[in-house]
């Protein structure tokens, strides 16, 4: 079998590197989610994004969604890549692909894949725009916020 691709990486990220960690013969349909930076978020500029992960752990925590979901949902093989570093817009930040032998088997996995990665994977955003950087999604507990 093939080396499962769950990894976080400082490089630009292969569309072609996660289609082919999931195309399988049994494969009738392949879906691939890809995140990219975009140029603007809740009405505020956005010039670019800083990803920041514990990788040992994200990438643990990747492989075991994907445990999870292969389980609930036999037959589907996952792959996913996350960016860290400095992103401008329009790059490449996440690459989530799912296969299965039929279409809505393959959407469901991949939207399940990314969402769950959403929730629990230990990547932290810094989005920095004409107001200077400031993390997304998080609040200091320490200013009373």
């Known amino acids: 079998m093939t080396k499962r691709l769950f990894e976080v990486r400082e490089i630009e990220l292969s ?3 996660c289609y082919r960690a999931v195309v399988r013969p049994e494969t009738g349909g392949v879906s691939l989610f890809i995140g990219t930076v975009r140029n603007h978020n809740q009405g505020e500029q956005v010039t670019r994004l800083e990803y ?3 990788a040992a752990m994200a990438q643990k925590e990747l492989t075991a969604i994907a445990d999870e979901i292969e389980g609930e949902q036999p037959g589907t093989t996952l792959a996913c890549l996350h960016r860290v570093g400095s ?3 329009g790059d490449i930040a996440v690459i989530c ?3 299965a032998a039929h279409r809505a088997e393959a959407f469901a996995a991949c939207r399940e894949l990314i969402e769950r990665l959403k929730a629990r994977v230990p990547i932290w955003k810094r989005e920095h725009g004409e107001h200077g950087p400031h993390w997304i999604g998080w609040q200091d507990v320490r200013v009373g916020g």
């Open 52 to 54: 920041q992960a514990y």
């Open 15 to 17: 569309l072609d590197e």
């Open 97 to 99: 692909a799912a296969s």
């Open 87 to 89: 992103l401008g817009v």
